[in-house]
């Protein structure tokens, strides 16, 4: 379906643009390639009392996220702006896997909102002294893209949330979308600013700037760009009821490199890709790609670590050790259970305070003996879920502690309020259990934090009161539980599950607590955050490996823009050139393809137009040309097509059959066969079309096809396999060969191929005296790389005394055997028509010098 929810880009970036009241200067960039253009403003590696220096660049990773990793505040009396770096985020700590030698730049908003008069200066002073090049949106701009598309439409959906309350007012609204865009469009620009070679990379985080990737690679069409999502991705059920939905799946591939945290997000995206684009992907030696107009795009499947050192670190402060001692202090003789959640309909607080509910009913004896703690940070995002969750998670909480409370003892903590970084990782070191009870969420860092402080201070400096074992209860939907063999894992909506599991955890033993922990520990401390990035970026970098290796054409308009990388020879063929070698050749051979060449793919009527029979029956009155339609449909179809075609020849089935001419006879190029091989292979095939609905058997005279284009994409790809497998091992000893096309797997003679079929037709003209000099092949599929092969063999083989002009098309920019390429089938026919117009030209200026000779038979030829 082609989705019209965004037919003009431009205005779509109109709907909200900065404030021209007061313009921001553009950040300065060093360039060291013709192929960008510097910006105007300062130079911060340049003195600026200097007046002719040259500035040293190196290797940037340009990090792009919705906000800095930067903590602002402006004092009340002074006005003055203060910014320190957020060493506990992410993007700051991911920065330890890069080289020493690479330059790290930051692009994103600040959390604070800045007065236009302030922006220009406040810009200088983030890039000089953090690296950050920040981008302003209106506090209109982003309410509309941050609170309204990402948080009410997107966040939802990508956690499985269907907008089918009109209540609540999640239905799609489009102006949110442009809001989107806009906003994308301005992050996109502030990149631009920042990139400083073309060895640079450029890094995009989450699904807040899923379109980036399309507005960087429009201007920058070998831009090095890598984009993770750290949320979950949908099941392509769920993704598919997005209105521009097309329109983000091809934003995203417009990067290099795609990450994600599990398999499962990969494996869904992939889904979407087929079902909605028709892409098709495959693993080469490990690796997962995307084929995408002749750019492969690679697939990244690893979860986000933490920062061991800097936890490390923490745990050894005298304000942590002092918590630690509180907590124990304060719990004593009791057993521990952690949470920490943010409040956010996604966590299942409550369904984890009701888990914990049914433990105590069901376990008198734990009563007195264990306490749940949860923290619940402060929601990032505000709404009526939002407190409808908190709602209920207060009063269930109340319901625990008055049923199963007694003086001295409360069986629920909860805690709602910004609690400090230390004081988390206090009660992770405190805590013998921690439990994340998510019903749906993509990086979720608590279990590797909570083993890490569980493991206590560093071999140099152990602390025996830190305790070296952990147990965890993870939910099976958050990105980390496949990488936690260790873990109890749950269904967080099963309230009976989540019991149960806190049950056995806290009945373990204390070796196989250990056990647990030590395997846990060395997946955790191996990959953190670093590796990590390290992994990412020599993934992007081997993605990126080919770039200057291939031309690039930039095609479509809007969110549809797309990069289409070829080989440097490949190119469009223009009707000038080919017109000038037509002329001057003394015999030409045309072998033209019929589907998606001559007749477009997607015609609901197969016969050719009156327009082409006449072209071809111009094309054949030349006795200079030879002119075959090579096709894989049947003889039957082909002939009652081309019936008025007198002078055209015909290869059907792919060149099983071949008829020179209308008035011969036809002739077959494979060994005589039984039907012993059909006898066998259509009984199969029939099982696996009444098992695989939307699928049918195409009959041929030399072969057996079966299709599955109408079936269920991913079932049918799953059968087509199987059968595939199947076929081969029965018709091992036939004379026929099993091969799995587009979306068909046929059955048919050894040694019958399009290319095969045009070297024997090739051979057989030099061999009659008729060694063509202009040899011209158009096709539009798989099938007929292989003319486009054979056709360039036989011109460069020993066949010819003089080599022949060889114009081998494809009809589609994308990777090829031929030379050339024209756009569509509206083009095959203007280039036809073009060459035919010449052989009509000659051939009426003939019969006219014919027709006055006549009168004056052995007079002077006038």
């Not at 599990?262 to 080469?284: I, Q, V």
């Not at 795009?297 to 933490?306: A, D, E, H, N, R």
């Not at 990488?483 to 033993?509: E, T």
């Not at 969110?559 to 000038?580: E, I, N, Q, W």
């Amino acid at each position: 379906m082609v989705s019209m929810s965004c037919p003009d880009l431009l205005s779509l970036c109109s709907a909200e643009l900065p404030d021209l009241d007061h313009p921001v200067r553009p950040l300065p960039r060093v360039i060291t390639s013709p192929t960008f253009m510097s910006g105007p403003g300062w130079d911060p590696y340049v003195d600026s009392d200097s007046e002719s220096s040259t500035p040293v660049t190196r290797k940037r990773n340009i990090i792009v996220a919705n906000f800095l990793p930067i903590n602002s505040s402006k004092d009340p009396v002074t006005g003055k702006w203060t910014f320190t770096r957020d060493e506990d985020g992410i993007l700051v700590q991911l920065t330890d896997g890069f080289s020493d030698d690479t330059e790290t730049v930051y692009v994103g908003s600040l959390k604070a909102e800045i007065d236009p008069i302030d922006q220009e200066y406040i810009s200088q002073v983030l890039f000089k002294e953090h690296q950050c090049i920040p981008t302003f949106l209106s506090p209109e701009l982003h309410k509309r893209y941050y609170h309204g598309f990402c948080k009410q439409y997107l966040w939802p959906l990508f956690h499985y949330m269907l907008p089918i309350c009109l209540d609540k007012g999640e239905l799609y609204d489009r102006s949110l979308f442009q809001a989107y865009v806009s906003a994308n469009k301005i992050f996109s620009d502030k990149v631009l600013e920042g990139i400083n070679s073309d060895d640079d990379f450029v890094w995009v985080h989450d699904y807040h700037l899923m379109l980036v990737p399309t507005f960087l690679r429009k201007r920058l069409n070998r831009v090095k760009l890598g984009f993770f999502l750290h949320s979950p991705f949908p099941s392509s059920e769920i993704y598919r009821t997005l209105p521009v939905r097309e329109e983000i799946l091809k934003a995203l591939l417009n990067a290099d490199l795609i990450g994600f945290q599990t398999f499962d997000y990969a494996r869904h995206f992939l889904s979407c890709c087929s079902r909605m684009l028709g892409l098709e992907y495959e693993s080469k030696r490990g690796y997962i790609g995307i084929d995408y107009f002749g750019r492969t795009v690679s697939i990244k499947i690893l979860s986000v670590g933490v920062h061991v050192g800097r936890l490390e670190a923490n745990l050894k402060l005298p304000s942590t050790v002092s918590k630690i001692e509180e907590i124990r202090e304060r719990f004593k003789d009791r057993m521990v259970i952690v949470g920490i959640d943010d409040m956010d309909i996604f966590k299942g607080i409550s369904l984890k305070l009701l888990g914990f509910e049914q433990l105590l009913e069901k376990n008198p004896k734990l009563r007195g003996k264990v306490v749940l703690v949860q923290i619940i940070n402060p929601p990032r995002s505000t709404g009526k879920d939002v407190q409808e969750a908190r709602k209920e998670a207060v009063l269930v909480a109340q319901r625990i502690s008055s049923i199963y409370g007694s003086p001295g003892y409360n069986p629920l903590v909860l805690i709602e309020e910004s609690m400090p970084f230390y004081e988390k990782i206090a009660y992770y070191a405190s805590a013998e259990y921690c439990i994340v009870n998510a019903v749906r969420d993509g990086m979720n860092l608590v279990p590797y934090e909570y083993i890490i402080c569980r493991q206590g201070a560093s071999d140099e400096n152990p602390k025996p009161d830190l305790t070296h074992t952990s147990t965890l209860i993870v939910s099976e939907f958050v990105g980390c539980s496949p990488s936690l063999s260790g873990a109890f894992r749950v269904n967080p909506w099963s309230i009976d599950d989540v019991a149960d599991a806190l049950y056995r955890a806290i009945d373990l033993p204390v070796s196989e607590k250990q056990l647990r922990h030590e395997k846990h520990y060395r997946y955790v401390s191996s990959h953190s955050v670093a590796y990590w990035a390290r992994s990412f970026m020599q993934d992007l970098e081997r993605a990126c490996k080919d770039h200057y290796n291939r031309r690039c054409w930039s095609i479509g308009f809007g969110l549809s823009f797309r990069v289409v990388a070829l080989s440097p020879g490949f190119r469009k063929l223009s009707l000038d050139p080919v017109t000038a070698v037509y002329k001057k050749s003394a015999r030409r051979v045309l072998f033209l393809d019929y589907d998606g060449t001559i007749v477009p793919e997607s015609s609901i009527s197969k016969a050719p137009s009156e327009e082409v029979i006449a072209i071809l029956n111009s094309l054949c009155s030349d006795p200079k040309n030879t002119v075959f339609i090579v096709s894989g449909r049947g003889r039957e179809h082909l002939s009652e097509w081309f019936s008025s075609c007198e002078g055209l020849g015909i290869a059907a089935e792919h060149g099983y059959f071949i008829r020179w001419r209308k008035s011969s006879e036809w002739e077959t190029t494979g060994a005589a066969m039984g039907s012993d091989w059909r006898k066998i292979s259509e009984p199969i095939m029939q099982v696996y079309t009444e098992t695989t609905d939307g699928s049918f058997i195409e009959p041929k005279e030399s072969a057996l096809v079966w299709h599955h284009q109408y079936a269920d994409h991913d079932f049918g790809s799953c059968q087509a396999k199987e059968l595939l497998s199947h076929l081969e091992s029965v018709l091992v000893n036939e004379p026929v060969v099993v091969r799995r096309g587009h979306q068909i797997v046929e059955v048919k003679p050894q040694g019958v191929s399009k290319g095969l079929v045009v070297e024997k037709l090739i051979e057989s003209l030099v061999r009659n005296g008729e060694s063509p000099d202009f040899l011209m092949c158009i096709g539009d599929d798989r099938s007929d790389e292989e003319m486009f092969e054979s056709t360039s063999k036989a011109a460069s083989s020993n066949l010819f005394t003089m080599p022949p002009e060889v114009f081998a098309c494809a009809v589609g920019q994308k990777p090829s055997k031929a030379k050339y390429y024209v756009d569509d089938t509206s083009e095959v026919i203007r280039l036809l028509k073009g060459i035919s117009g010449i052989s009509s030209r000659k051939e009426s200026m003939v019969r006219a010098r014919v027709s006055f000779k006549l009168p004056i038979e052995g007079g002077v030829d006038h």
